[in-house]
């Protein structure tokens, strides 16, 4: 599965206090079993003091395989353990999908 490469590329490149990753392709206009759309929500001590385009590239970086092919959207949440502390463990919900067509499942 897909969703698990990325949950162990995500874990070697940057030990994460806390990982998340959840296929979100079910809210989009693709076939069933589809895995093209995800959402990442990662706590790590690696993003100290980064900005977050910079943690959201060592993102990119570490999926990039993943990025070049069968992965189509990826929605990042990236924070440090002081921010997830702040946000009580709380990312935004996905909203729903617009396609190009505007027609999602």
Same mark, same amino acid.
């Given at each position: 599965? &897909?969703?698990?490469?990325?949950?162990? #590329?995500?874990?070697?490149?940057?030990?994460?206090?806390?990982?998340?990753?959840?296929?979100?392709?079910?809210?989009?206009?693709?076939?069933?079993?589809?895995?093209?759309?995800? #959402?990442?929500?990662?706590?790590?001590?690696?993003?100290?003091? &980064?900005?977050?385009?910079?943690?959201?590239? #060592?993102?990119?970086?570490? &999926?990039?395989?993943?990025?070049?092919?069968?992965?189509?959207?990826?929605?990042?949440?990236? &924070?440090?353990?002081?921010?997830?502390?702040?946000?009580?463990?709380?990312?935004? #919900?996905?909203?729903?999908?617009?396609?190009?067509?505007?027609?999602?499942?």
């Amino acid at each position: 599965m &897909l969703q698990e490469v990325i949950e162990t #590329k995500l874990h070697e490149a940057f030990n994460p206090l806390y990982l998340w990753v959840e296929n979100e392709s079910y809210m989009h206009n693709v076939p069933p079993g589809s895995e093209s759309h995800f #959402k990442v929500v990662i706590v790590s001590e690696e993003f100290e003091g &980064l900005r977050l385009i910079q943690r959201h590239r #060592k993102v990119n970086m570490a &999926l990039s395989e993943e990025l070049a092919g069968k992965v189509h959207a990826l929605s990042i949440h990236t &924070l440090t353990q002081s921010e997830w502390a702040r946000e009580q463990g709380n990312v935004p #919900k996905t909203p729903g999908c617009l396609g190009g067509d505007k027609n999602c499942a």
